[in-house]
C-alpha cells in the first residue's frame, strides 16, 4: 500500500468542456485539490493477474495526468462480475475498510460500471466510485483545445452521463435554476425527465454540430486529394511518441508532452519523401487500452481520415513493458473505427531507451526502429514510407503518339516514370501510377499481353 501527503493546493475546477454539467454533478474527478483515490481491480478470465496489475499501474498514470493521486490499490480474483456491485459484497467491505483507513475521496474500478453498480457502490462505500471510462472523458474534457474537440468530448460526457442521472436529476434541476432538495417526489421525478430532456436536446445539438464540421472536414479532404498528395496517417498507443515523430518527419513544433493524451487534435504536415514524392502526414489522437466507446464514437468524425488514409505509421513504445498488448489495443480501435485493412508500417519508437534491440517484438514484417527523439533510423522510415506507398501504385505500359508530347509530360508529372524509350511510331514509357493518373492516360494504356511474365 503506497500512501501520500495530501495536498491542498487549490486550483481553478475545469468546468469549460463540462457546461453546466460540471464535476459536481457527475462524479469525475474535482480538481479543486487533488484528490486521494484507491485503484480497484477485478481479474477475469481470460485475462491473467499480470494483466490486471499492468492495468491497474496505466489506471494510476490516468488518475495522476487526471489531477488526483493513487494512494492504495486492491484486486479481486472472480469468474464474472457481480450485477449489483461488481465487486463482491465482502470485498465491498474491505474496499470501504482500506478508504476509510487511507482517507480516500473517490474509488476509481478498472472497468466500466453500470449506472445500478455505481450507484449501489456509493451507497455502500459511503463516498464517489467511479470508472475508467469517467477518468479517461475527464482528462479529454482538460485537454480539448478546438471546439470541435471541445464538442467531441462534451457528447462523450453526456452520452456517458444520461443513463447515469437516477438519483442526481434533483442536483441537476437545483444547479439550472428549477426545482430543489425539497421538492415532493412526484415533482422529482418529473424534474428527473425534464433534465434527461435537456441533456438529449443537448446531445442532439452537438451532433449537429459535429455534422457540420464533418462536412467542413470533408470538403477539405476532397481538395487534398485533388491535390494527388498521398495520406499518413500516425496512430499509436497514447504517449508512444507519435508528436515526436511528426516534428521529427516534417520538422514542425506540434506540442510534445511525456504525459498521456497530451495531444487530442488531428494535426496534418506536408513531407517530401526522398524521392521527390509529397504526402500529407496526420497524428492522430492516441489510443489506449480499454477506450470508451463513447469516445471512439465521439471522435470518429476526426478519425476518419485513418480509414481514408493511404497509410498508416503505427508508432509503438519499444521501451514499454508490454508493446505487443498496445499493439493490440491499437488495432482493436482501428477495426471498430472501419480502418483495419489499411495498409500498416509498425514503426518501433524510442530505440535510444531499449538496452538489447533483440528485446524488439518480433514478426513484424517491415518494421522500422527508430528513435524520434535523436533522429535515429529516420532516412530508413522514409526510405520505407516512400517503397510503402509505391506498392499502391500500378505500373502500367504507355504508347504515346510523337504529337502527343503533352501526354508524355502528363505521364512525368502524374507519376514515377521507370523505363522511357521511342519506336518508329512514339514514346514506350514504363510508369507507376496512381488510379486518378491512370485514368487520365488511360487511352495510352497499352493492353497487358496474355501469358506474358
Known amino acids: 500500500m503506497v500512501d501520500a501527503d495530501r495536498t491542498n493546493t487549490a486550483t481553478e475546477t475545469h468546468r469549460g468542456a463540462y457546461g453546466e454539467f460540471g464535476s459536481d454533478s457527475g462524479g469525475l474527478i474535482d480538481r479543486s485539490f487533488r484528490e486521494r483515490i484507491v485503484l480497484v481491480g477485478v481479474s477475469m478470465p481470460p485475462a491473467s493477474a499480470e494483466d490486471t496489475e499492468a492495468s491497474l499501474e496505466e489506471l494510476a498514470l490516468l488518475v495522476d495526468t487526471a489531477g488526483a493521486d493513487a494512494v492504495a490499490s486492491l484486486v479481486q480474483r472472480r469468474q464474472s ?33 453500470t449506472p445500478a453498480q455505481q450507484l449501489n457502490l456509493e451507497k455502500q462505500l459511503g463516498r464517489s466510485a467511479i470508472d475508467r471510462t469517467a477518468v479517461i472523458l475527464d482528462i479529454f474534457a482538460q485537454n480539448a483545445a478546438s471546439p470541435e474537440g471541445k464538442a467531441q468530448v462534451m457528447l462523450a460526457m453526456l ?29 422529482g421525478e418529473t424534474q428527473l425527465e425534464i433534465d434527461r430532456r435537456r441533456i438529449v436536446r443537448r446531445i442532439h445539438r452537438l451532433e449537429d454540430q459535429l455534422g457540420q464540421m464533418r462536412r467542413t472536414r470533408l470538403e477539405q479532404r476532397k481538395s487534398r486529394r485533388q491535390s494527388r498528395f498521398g495520406q499518413v496517417a500516425i496512430v499509436g498507443y497514447t504517449n ?10 516534417t520538422s514542425s513544433d506540434v506540442l510534445v ?6 495531444t487530442l487534435d488531428a494535426t496534418t504536415r506536408r513531407l517530401q519523401l526522398p524521392g521527390g514524392e509529397r504526402v500529407l502526414v496526420t497524428d492522430t489522437v492516441g489510443f489506449v ?78 518494421a522500422v526502429a527508430v528513435s524520434a527523439r535523436t533522429g535515429e533510423g529516420m532516412d530508413k522510415l522514409l526510405e520505407a514510407i516512400s517503397a510503402r506507398l509505391r506498392s499502391l501504385l500500378t505500373v502500367v505500359e504507355l504508347h504515346i503518339p510523337f504529337q502527343r508530347a503533352d501526354a508524355l509530360a502528363v505521364a512525368h508529372r502524374e507519376g514515377e516514370v521507370l523505363v522511357e524509350g521511342t519506336d518508329e511510331a512514339g514514346f514506350c514509357v514504363r510508369v507507376r501510377l496512381d488510379e486518378a493518373g491512370e485514368s487520365r492516360l488511360a487511352e495510352f494504356v497499352v493492353p497487358p499481353v496474355a501469358g506474358a511474365r
Request: net charge negative; charged share 30%.
Open 240 to 249: 508512444a511518441g507519435k508528436s515526436t515523430l511528426l516534428n521529427r518527419l
Open 257 to 262: 508532452e511525456d504525459r498521456l493524451f497530451a
Open 81 to 113: 462480475p457481480d450485477p449489483a456491485t461488481y465487486v463482491g459484497r465482502g470485498k465491498v467491505d474491505e474496499i470501504r475498510a482500506l478508504a476509510e483507513e487511507v482517507d480516500c475521496d473517490t474509488v476509481v474500478f478498472d472497468d466500466e460500471l
Open 159 to 187: 452520452r456517458y452521463r444520461l443513463p447515469r442521472l437516477r438519483g442526481r436529476g434533483l442536483v441537476l434541476s437545483q444547479q439550472a435554476g428549477a426545482g430543489g432538495i425539497g421538492a415532493r417526489r412526484g415533482p
Open 289 to 366: 487500452k480499454k477506450l470508451p466507446h463513447q469516445l471512439v464514437e465521439s471522435f470518429k468524425t476526426t478519425l476518419d481520415i485513418v480509414g481514408e488514409a493511404d497509410l498508416l505509421l503505427h508508432v509503438v513504445d519499444a521501451s514499454g513493458a508490454d508493446p505487443e498488448g498496445e499493439m493490440k489495443a491499437v488495432r482493436s480501435v482501428l477495426g471498430e473505427i472501419g480502418a483495419a485493412d489499411v495498409q500498416e508500417l509498425v514503426v518501433f519508437n524510442k530505440v535510444d531507451a531499449v538496452p538489447d534491440a533483440g528485446r524488439l517484438p518480433a514478426g513484424h514484417e517491415g
